[in-house]
């Protein structure tokens, strides 16, 4: 199935960069520069997601998203932004966004996010779950313990979350601030490379020597988890 | 003196006190002019009853006599000499008294009248109040005052009136006149000197005359506030300096990496090699303008209204948790001290990223000697939050410009920062109202920052 994704974006150049990034990747793209017709068109309905600038010439990202919701617009919104994201993005979350994006960003972030917000619905019903399986990993979230074949992996509190999230996320890409804020809750950028080092860590731990790895490095954009890697 | 402000200051100031002056002695009439015609009432209604009783003992003859009487003594009686008698036949004719005669306006009878008659042997009349009286054998009584003592006394009081009037106005004029030109020559001494600072003199101040006055308090508040733009006027100059530094730069650097690139007669891979370098130029010039939009959003106070009850002890902990496996990597411990229960009032992005700056510093000034420890504690009433190093440290003298925006230590060894990390911590520090102080670890550098605690 093709999804639709409206994009509101004023600066022409950004908006054709997304629309043909997109559109590479299979998306069924429409786009406009007016807040106001960002409007008309969301509330039109058939979107999929929706991707907002936060600072339009006419009708801020913000009030687009706020009358959108308030009118029964249920699809996911993505905030793109050129402000901080550190307290910004409280606000957009407040205003019905389900993801906020700070400018500039990594396509391959973007496309990790839409991806996440597009899949949400499927992952709001996880209090069922007791396991989850990733080909020779299996992952008891009862007993919080991993098991790769029959060798158990002694996995730390953090660790454990890492690895649950990849695994609710099989398939796709999730990048290290999704990581960072998925996991740790926090919304910046370190300097130095804590996520890398905590996934190298995990890997040597469920990936014994010989074994099929089972997160793989997605270049320039972050990692993903899958059993046919 | 002509300016409009004083002029209508005293102007004002003369208004309110002729007002206050005329309302005061207004009052002073109304009260004792009617005190005093109350009391003339009553004696003259007095006077006619003991005159009527006269004439039950002794008829119109025993009652003549008792006028007669008291005109003679009008020395032994203050209001003597203003007292009028008539006592008249019942067709008006005059018996006694120093009335001429019976006015033809005044009937007999209860009620206060006012008359113009004329005294015995006087030729122009005068103005009296009084109260008639018919008595039992047809004749008329008629005891009154003359109005020209109320008319004296009404003169009196209205010059009083009149000279207080004019003695107010003079004062008024004075004092406002005073009043202005002090408050006038103030203002003209604050005036010049804020003149003399627009036209560049920037290091200029509000002259103070150690009065300890209001002006010299106001001129204290400004030069306050001078001194504080001029430091923000200082800092924009360094960052403006900074700023073409550090953008310019690696802007510089980009074009010339683009311009490499796009030379067809180079190698494709080393075509490729300066792109990926003019990326990372790109990359940095982000980094070093979004830590800057940072700092000024976090310096003005945007996200305050997001500030929630944080466990810094829960922070610490966190924090060495995410960087343990990095901190290690590098050779370096996480070591975390958590008092438990130390909740400051905070941001927890803005937190977060501060403490994640410092020990991003400790990590690259550091280079695994030695532990990276993070406390959480309370010290006298504050909450306490510190990272500590073994590295190279600070010296004293360098401390508080480190946590300006673009200094480097030692900018020559290029760790890669623009020198905003601490800044932004600064700013951070500001915006939570906590205190920052570097100090020596011995050896390496402490960063504590104490926090008030929220009531």
Not at chain 2, 145 to 164: C, G, K, P, Q
Request: glycine residues 10%; neutral net charge.
């Amino acid at each position: 199935m093709t999804r639709r994704i409206l994009i509101v974006e004023d600066d022409a150049e950004t908006r054709a960069y997304l629309a043909k990034g997109l559109g590479e990747a299979g998306y069924l793209v429409e786009t406009t520069g007016s807040g106001r017709e960002g409007l008309y068109l969301a509330t039109g309905g058939g979107f999929d997601a929706l991707l907002l600038d936060r600072m339009l010439p006419d009708l801020d990202g913000l009030s687009l998203l706020k009358s959108a919701r308030a009118a029964g617009v249920a699809a996911p919104a993505i905030l793109l932004t050129a402000m901080s994201a550190t307290d910004e993005r409280v606000r957009g979350l407040r205003a019905g966004a389900d993801d906020y994006l700070v400018k500039p960003f990594a396509f391959a972030e973007l496309e990790a996010r839409l991806e996440a917000v597009l899949r949400r619905p499927a992952d709001a019903a996880p209090a069922s779950e007791t396991a989850l399986v990733c080909g020779p990993l299996t992952l008891d979230l009862i007993a919080r313990e991993a098991v790769r074949g029959d060798r158990r992996v002694p996995l730390q509190p953090r660790e454990f979350q890492m690895l649950e999230f990849l695994m609710r996320r099989q398939g796709r890409v999730v990048t290290r601030t999704m990581l960072l804020e998925g996991v740790w809750d926090y919304r910046f950028d370190p300097k130095t490379n804590v996520i890398d080092v905590h996934i190298s860590r995990l890997r040597r731990k469920i990936d014994a020597e010989g074994e099929a790895p089972l997160i793989r490095t997605v270049r320039g954009a972050g990692y993903m988890m899958s059993a046919g890697a | 003196m002509l300016r409009n402000a004083t002029s209508r200051l005293i102007a004002a100031y003369l208004i309110a006190a002729a007002f206050s002056t005329g309302l005061a002695l207004g009052f002073v009439y109304w009260s004792a002019g009617g005190v005093i015609d109350a009391e003339a009432r009553q004696v003259v209604e007095a006077e006619l009853r003991g005159l009527a009783d006269d004439y039950a003992r002794g008829g119109a003859a025993g009652l003549a006599r008792a006028i007669t009487r008291r005109l003679e003594t009008p020395a032994s009686r203050p209001e003597g000499r203003d007292a009028v008698y008539l006592l008249a036949t019942p067709g008006g004719a005059r018996i006694a008294g120093n009335l001429a005669r019976w006015p033809a306006d005044a009937a007999p009878g209860p009620g206060w009248v006012t008359l113009q008659l004329y005294r015995v042997g006087a030729e122009a009349p005068t103005t009296i109040s009084g109260a008639a009286l018919r008595l039992a054998g047809g004749e008329r009584l008629l005891v009154g005052r003359d109005v020209a003592a109320r008319a004296a006394f009404d003169r009196t009081l209205i010059r009083a009136l009149s000279w207080a009037l004019a003695v107010t106005a003079a004062l008024a004029l004075g004092t406002g006149w005073l009043l202005t030109r002090l408050v006038l020559s103030r203002i003209a001494e604050i005036d010049r000197a804020a003149r003399r600072i627009m036209g560049g003199a920037l290091e200029q101040r509000v002259p103070l005359r150690g009065a300890g006055d209001e002006f010299d308090r106001l001129a204290e508040t400004l030069n306050a506030m001078l001194d504080r733009i001029a430091a923000l006027v200082g800092d924009l100059r360094m960052v403006t300096d900074s700023l073409a530094h550090d953008i310019r730069s690696p802007l510089g650097r980009l074009g010339r990496h683009l311009e490499a690139a796009l030379d067809e007669t180079a190698a494709p891979d080393e075509r490729r090699a300066r792109i990926e370098r003019a990326l990372g130029e790109a990359e940095t010039v982000l980094a070093t303008s979004s830590a800057l939009l940072e700092i000024s959003r976090v310096e003005a106070g945007v996200g305050a209204d997001q500030f929630a009850p944080i466990d810094l002890g829960a922070l610490a902990r966190d924090m060495a948790d995410l960087y343990a496996a990095a901190a290690e990597e590098r050779g370096a411990a996480m070591r975390c001290a958590a008092a438990p229960g130390v909740v400051v009032q905070g941001h927890p992005q803005l937190l977060a990223q501060a403490v994640s700056n410092l020990i991003d510093n400790a990590l690259i000034h550091a280079k695994g000697a030695g532990p990276i420890t993070l406390t959480a504690r309370r010290e006298g009433g504050r909450a306490v939050f510190s990272v500590a190093d073994h590295g190279p440290g600070v010296p004293e003298a360098e401390r508080a410009r480190v946590l300006t925006r673009f200094s480097q230590l030692d900018p020559s060894r290029g760790d890669g920062g623009a020198g905003l990390g601490l800044a932004l911590v600064a700013a951070v520090a500001q915006m939570h109202r906590a205190e920052i102080a570097l100090s020596d670890n011995a050896p390496g550098l402490r960063v504590t920052l104490r926090f008030p605690v929220a009531p």
